[in-house]
């Protein structure tokens, strides 16, 4: 196994094993690790909060890549395309969003249960689902964040 792949197979063990603590996890950004900022944006009516991460922040023009954590009160097996055996109470989702014609495609999903641990990965790459998100919902809410928010360095 290459040198990049042990990396970037480390952080995604660092980040899974932090979620599990309850700690901030750590993002792939680049081959090095860092440590998350979660920002709370918005809960909606059912109680379910949406949080990005704003150290992952990518942009590149109107393209802005960004990691968003969904939790959620209830199970929530519907935001998943796929059946799995045990209920969804968070997910970890990677975005990337096109601010000028307001629309998102899913790149990966760590779906995971109310102790967080870890259920299964999706890695959609460029076939995710592409969406519009609807003015005023909250997956809007965290898009109009991410377009309006800088990118860290």
Known sequence: ????????????????????????????R?????????????????????????????????????????????ANNALLDVKVDQPVYGAVMRWSADCTAQSQRLRKVNAYTTNRKLIQKFDYGDTGMLLQPKAGSSTHKVMEFVCRSPEKK
Do not use: C
């Open 1 to 28: 196994m290459n040198a990049l792949k042990l990396v970037n197979r480390s952080a995604a063990f660092l980040s899974s094993a932090a979620l599990l603590l309850g700690a901030t996890i750590l993002p792939m």
């Open 30 to 74: 680049s081959t090095l690790a860092q440590t998350a900022q979660w920002t709370k944006i918005t809960e909606n009516s059912v109680k379910d909060q949406f949080f990005v991460d704003t150290s992952s922040i990518q942009r590149n023009g109107s393209i802005v890549w960004y990691w968003e954590y969904r939790q959620f009160p209830e």
